[in-house]
């Protein structure tokens, strides 16, 4: 089934807003390894999943948790959840 013109606009204003809260994001370091941290996007059939993990492949927080919602993500990182 098409999406309608409003469906495709609404998911293109949470996308442009998803991009502005990645921009913007302030990250906490890496709880295990003090490393940088980066936002990953996952986009596919459907909607984008976003994930926070360590910037050091051989840290075992280098992959998390994906997330519908960029903020819950960082929350979720900067909670430590």
Known sequence: MTPS?????????KQKENEETVKKA????????????RILIYRGCGEAL??????????IASEGRKYLDVTDAVKAWNRRD
């Open 50 to 59: 976003y994930s926070v993990a360590c910037t050091d492949p051989r840290c």
């Open 26 to 37: 302030k990250l906490e370091p890496c709880p295990f390894c003090g490393g940088e941290a």
């Open 5 to 13: 013109y409003a469906e495709e606009a609404l998911a293109y204003y």
